[in-house]
């Protein structure tokens, strides 16, 4: 068609507009219309006015370093959707956003022109059985270090048998000896913060235990010792999880490493355990 041709650009619905217009211009309108890219919100008198910030919970249409939720897919090769999802879950994480909801990650699929798993529950709990999502409290989930690593290895590694088995505690181990030097031992509770048990978020409650050891002047913290301490009172967080939970706080700037590859709590960690209620 020559570029001099008209077509006739027709609305329906609650508006209606009629115009004619050149086949560029007319190309151009349709590239948008078909893009992720949402129009600018509104002001009362029509003019665009400045972007506010999405609503707490609500999915982004980009990604981590500005990726689209196609791209996300397609850089991770991820195929099945349990794959998806993990692949959705990391680059939440990798976006500040350590633990997500099923409201989520459902938009995703769509944002990535894919359609929506038929069983969205079903396919959840078969990424959980691969240990590459897990359950946190409140009907939210995170992904795992073994999430992280199936992502960034495009799911080249076989894919593990999803057969339920029932959870067993870990072995008990010995007392690590920095505990063992303690003259009285690990206090139950933490200054000016709530109880181990009352925290809700599992990134949160490796927080509490950099904190507590902090307090009794343990200040390099290695993976280990944080799963030890946590499952000493009672709520366990899995070797395999902690990098996972420490990529979280240290994104919210609440932990780093030192030059030892050990944990520690930052400033900012502190003021937000103390910040902390039981419905934070």
Same mark, same amino acid.
């Given at each position: 068609?020559?570029?001099?041709?008209?077509?006739?650009?027709?609305?329906?619905?609650?508006?209606?507009?009629?115009?004619?217009?050149?086949?560029?211009?007319?190309?151009?309108?349709?590239?948008?219309?078909?893009?992720?890219?949402?129009?600018?919100?509104?002001?009362?008198?029509?003019?665009?006015?400045?972007?506010?910030?999405?609503?707490?919970?609500?999915?982004?249409?980009?990604?981590?370093?500005?990726?689209?939720?196609?791209?996300?897919?397609?850089?991770?090769?991820?195929?099945?959707?349990?794959?998806?999802?993990?692949?959705?879950?990391?680059?939440?994480?990798?976006?500040?956003?350590?633990?997500?909801?099923?409201?989520?990650?459902?938009?995703?699929?769509?944002?990535?022109?894919?359609?929506?798993?038929?069983?969205?529950? +079903?396919? $959840?709990?078969? @990424?959980? !059985? /691969?240990?590459?999502?897990? =359950? #946190?409290?409140?009907?939210?989930?995170?992904?795992?270090?073994?999430?992280?690593?199936?992502?960034?290895?495009?799911?080249?590694?076989?894919?593990?048998?999803?057969?339920?088995?029932?959870?067993?505690?870990?072995?008990?181990?010995?007392?690590?000896?920095?505990?063992?030097?303690?003259?009285?031992?690990?206090?139950?509770?933490?200054?000016?913060?709530?109880?181990?048990?009352?925290?809700?978020?599992?990134?949160?409650?490796?927080?509490?235990?950099?904190?507590?050891?902090?307090?009794?002047?343990?200040?390099?913290?290695?993976?280990?010792?944080?799963?030890?301490?946590?499952?000493?009172?009672?709520?366990?967080?899995?070797?395999?999880?902690?990098?996972?939970?420490? +990529?979280? $706080?240290?994104? @919210?700037? !609440? /932990?780093?490493?030192?030059? =030892? #590859?050990?944990?520690?709590?930052?400033?900012?960690?502190?003021?937000?355990?103390?910040?902390?209620?039981?419905?934070?």
């Amino acid at each position: 068609m020559d570029a001099n041709d008209e077509v006739k650009l027709t609305l329906s619905g609650r508006v209606q507009f009629e115009h004619t217009i050149d086949p560029l211009r007319a190309a151009e309108i349709i590239k948008y219309v078909l893009s992720d890219v949402a129009p600018p919100p509104r002001g009362n008198g029509g003019a665009p006015t400045s972007q506010t910030p999405p609503p707490l919970g609500a999915a982004p249409t980009t990604l981590s370093r500005g990726r689209t939720p196609r791209q996300v897919l397609d850089e991770s090769e991820a195929k099945r959707n349990p794959d998806k999802i993990t692949a959705f879950a990391a680059n939440l994480l990798d976006e500040g956003v350590e633990n997500f909801t099923v409201d989520m990650v459902k938009p995703l699929f769509k944002q990535a022109r894919e359609a929506a798993p038929a069983n969205f529950t +079903r396919d $959840l709990d078969k @990424a959980i !059985l /691969a240990g590459w999502v897990a =359950a #946190g409290s409140g009907g939210e989930f995170y992904v795992t270090e073994k999430g992280l690593t199936a992502v960034s290895s495009k799911f080249s590694e076989p894919r593990p048998k999803v057969t339920a088995r029932r959870a067993t505690a870990p072995r008990k181990k010995e007392v690590p000896e920095v505990v063992a030097a303690l003259p009285n031992g690990l206090p139950a509770t933490l200054a000016g913060a709530l109880d181990y048990v009352d925290v809700k978020k599992k990134r949160d409650k490796a927080l509490w235990v950099l904190a507590l050891l902090a307090e009794v002047g343990i200040d390099s913290v290695p993976n280990s010792l944080v799963t030890w301490v946590s499952y000493h009172f009672g709520d366990g967080l899995p070797s395999s999880d902690i990098n996972a939970h420490y +990529r979280g $706080l240290n994104s @919210a700037k !609440l /932990a780093n490493r030192d030059i =030892a #590859g050990n944990m520690r709590i930052t400033k900012a960690g502190q003021d937000y355990l103390a910040a902390m209620t039981e419905t934070g």
